[in-house]
């Protein structure tokens, strides 16, 4: 049973995981239209939201429309201001939710914006004046169903351009909120020829079906059938070119590696890969990072990649993929392009450097493998980066540099 209701409300959780585009609200309220001497909430007041979510901005667009009927104004004024019998004003926010994902339903808010408010009557010389304001706030969002939720808000309205007597209002409201709406994905890249690359990067762009194509999109090199065969490892050293391989133990060493044959985990190295303490190719990494939108090598990133290079001219047997990455603003499409110029610009740069070209294959993977969250600066520009993967073929004809 304790079971049952953990996976329940784990689902129930998740419910809240998908965002809506647009939100419409109502609301009830009160307001404050003299604050000097303390707030005075006596002032009903209705109102309507209509608030955007773009998908790729934590700052959310509202447009609000409220009335408020006045109940207090001749308490407050002893002239003809009492004539005034309520306010509409219009405004435009910005606001923010915290803990704006789905593991959380209650979201804190902070809003502020612009708007202009509407006196009805009090015609006369003394009566209110429309004018524009300014406004902060802030309120609690609880997410009641994925379907609605409720708000409390509180309000600070800073007339601009009014006078002595028309200094700030304070406004309290209590509502309800309705999601609704889809996002509009953009269509999946098209490929053609169903291999995996886009056709804007598919060099080969009619490859067969079921063939195994590399970053451009063109057949892999098909493999060798191997014969595995059990061999005795011989005491003597195989005929080597001693200038190609030489000795560099005077323990049984086959493949001339440097190390001794009883510990040797990779016992068919070629001698001139660097090798670790148990005869294995070494491996190298590179990981660089790029500004938004680029895919030029920051100057403090070279000398990384000139370590690299030094280490592939050193390793001649070693093949090479290099991915580029990016964070999730903007479209598919377009980080998909800009990971590949990413991944292309350490290529070139990596030939300047002498590496062979035929060593290298660059390709993009777009913003779908992350390494940290979207949702901070931080996280998005470990998110724009390059890596690299190295191979080492079984078989080598001739070295490469």
């Known amino acids: 049973m304790k079971r049952v209701l953990l996976v329940s409300i784990m689902a129930s959780t998740l419910l809240f995981g998908s965002p809506k585009p647009y939100e419409f609200g109502i609301n009830l309220g009160v307001t404050s239209i003299k604050n000097e001497g303390g ?10 939201a209509l608030q955007y979510n773009p998908k790729n901005s934590d700052v959310k ?10 109940q207090d104004v001749e308490d407050l004024f002893k002239d003809d201001r009492k004539n005034v019998d309520s306010l ?6 910005g606001l923010y939710e915290f803990n704006d994902d789905k593991y959380h339903r209650l979201l804190p808010y902070i809003l502020a914006g612009a708007g202009y408010e509407r006196v009805g009557h009090g015609t006369d010389k003394y009566a209110f004046d429309s004018n524009p304001f300014v406004q902060l706030g802030g309120g609690l969002k609880y997410l009641v169903t994925p379907n609605w939720s409720t708000k409390f808000e509180l309000k600070a309205l800073q007339i601009v351009g009014g006078d002595k007597e028309e200094k700030n209002e304070v406004i309290a409201t209590l509502g309800l909120a309705f999601p609704f709406g889809e996002y509009h994905h953009r269509p999946d890249f098209v490929d053609s020829d169903g291999d995996g690359v886009v056709d804007e990067l598919d060099k080969c762009p009619n490859t067969p079906k079921e063939t195994r194509v590399d970053g451009s999109g063109c057949p892999l090199p098909k493999p060798v059938k191997q014969t595995i065969v059990k061999q005795v490892i011989e005491p003597v050293p195989l005929n080597f070119d001693n200038e190609e391989c030489p000795i560099k133990t005077d323990l049984p060493d086959r493949d001339r590696d440097g190390v001794e044959d009883s510990i040797d985990q990779c016992p068919n190295t070629p001698c001139d890969f660097s090798v670790d303490k148990n005869g294995c190719p070494v491996k190298a990494i590179l990981r660089i990072h790029f500004d938004t939108a680029k895919w030029n090598i920051r100057p403090e990133s070279l000398p990384k990649v000139k370590k690299f290079a030094d280490f592939l001219l050193k390793n001649k047997g070693s093949l090479v993929t290099i991915e580029g990455h990016t964070d999730w603003r903007g479209s598919d499409y377009y980080n998909m392009v800009l990971s590949k110029k990413r991944a292309e610009s350490v290529r070139k740069k990596l030939i300047e450097f002498g590496v062979s070209p035929s060593r290298l294959t660059a390709i993009g993977k777009g913003e779908k493998e992350p390494i940290a969250t979207n949702k901070t600066a931080e996280g998005m520009a470990k998110n724009r980066r390059i890596e690299v993967h190295l191979t080492y073929p079984t078989e080598l004809k001739g070295g490469k540099k």
Not at 39 to 48: A, Q, S
Not at 61 to 70: F, H, I, N
Not at 88 to 93: P, V
């Open 39 to 48: 707030m005075e909430l006596k002032n009903p007041t209705f109102g309507m």
């Open 61 to 70: 667009a509202r447009l609000d429309v409220e009335y408020s009927s006045l």
């Open 88 to 93: 509409l004003r219009t405004s435009i926010n």
